[in-house]
């Protein structure tokens, strides 16, 4: 590898280190896994680990025949069959479960959302705008997975989202193309980073790289970008450095005094799998 792509890829696995949320280590679909029961696990994710959601939709499963009894099901019938199986924030996921099946249901009269493994990226954002109950990170674990429904290997197109957030931190040329930009990402999503560095990637370009308005003053990786030092300024950019530093030591002491107080440790994320194609449309 030459030097100068060695030093980006580098780089790169620096800036993912910054970006990463313990919300994204989402790992690939089941083999039994459909695009319902999918969605519904990331909408009852929270900020839990997502083994925890996937948890309480593998006891939904096996506790109603159908999804649609989940659905029309008393609210205390769904919170005790997951407080049963020992699954946290019963009562508030089986809100969440009701809640989000109901708008599945009322948008399109059934259930049976594989179709959005079928759809252009475009046609399951607008499904995800209508639902209004996804967290943001559903659009790219969807894509992710449409992508590699497709072939083991497959990863979704290179947005412009991305383009623009990787030329702006020079870790590509201005105006890459599709084939540069992967060089650059694929050695960095390989195996059970595939999910997390890519929703990392994807969630930084669309939320904070904003094409007209980037939030270089909030963004994790400001230390190091060119197109923000030059956009904010000398002293913008000296002044955003101490302000996110300040903040980040506040918020470590927070955490640090909040662990003290609840004798608790950090949840695990993660959990294995792969990918694949097909999925049990019945149960939806
Ligand atoms: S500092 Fe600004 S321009 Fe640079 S990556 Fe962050 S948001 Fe984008």
């Not at 904003?210 to 913008?236: F, I, N, T, Y």
Request: proline letters at 6%; aromatic letters at 4%.
């Amino acid at each position: 590898m030459a030097k100068a792509t060695t030093a980006r890829s580098a780089g790169l696995g620096t800036l993912l280190r910054k970006l990463h949320k313990p919300t994204y280590r989402v790992p690939p679909r089941e083999s039994d896994e459909n695009a319902l029961e999918r969605l519904l696990a990331l909408v009852l994710q929270g900020e839990d680990p997502y083994s925890v959601a996937r948890q309480a939709v593998k006891v939904l499963r096996r506790s109603y025949a159908h999804w649609n009894e989940v659905r029309v099901a008393r609210r205390f019938e769904v919170r005790d069959a997951l407080a049963l199986r020992r699954v946290p924030q019963s009562e508030e996921r089986a809100l969440k479960a009701q809640e989000f099946l109901r708008r599945v249901f009322g948008l399109q009269n059934h259930l049976d959302l594989d179709w959005l493994y079928d759809a252009t990226s475009e046609r399951r954002e607008k499904l995800l705008a209508s639902l209004t109950v996804a967290p943001e990170h559903a659009a790219p674990v969807l894509d992710l997975d449409a992508a590699l429904s497709e072939g083991a290997d497959r990863l979704p197109p290179v947005s412009t989202d991305l383009k623009r957030s990787l030329a702006r931190l020079s870790l590509t040329p201005s105006s890459p193309k599709d084939g540069q930009v992967l060089d650059l990402i694929a050695p960095h999503l390989k195996g059970e980073k595939l999910y997390p560095n890519y929703l990392a990637l994807q969630m930084h370009a669309r939320l904070i790289c904003e094409s007209k308005h980037p939030r270089c003053r909030q963004c994790p990786v400001l230390e190091g970008c060119p197109h923000g030092k030059r956009a904010l300024g000398s002293e913008g950019y000296r002044v955003a450095l101490e302000e996110m530093s300040a903040a980040a030591r506040k918020a470590g002491a927070g955490e640090d005094s909040a662990a003290r107080g609840s004798g608790k440790g950090g949840a695990k994320g993660g959990g294995k799998g792969r990918a694949r194609s097909s999925s049990s449309a019945q149960r939806a």
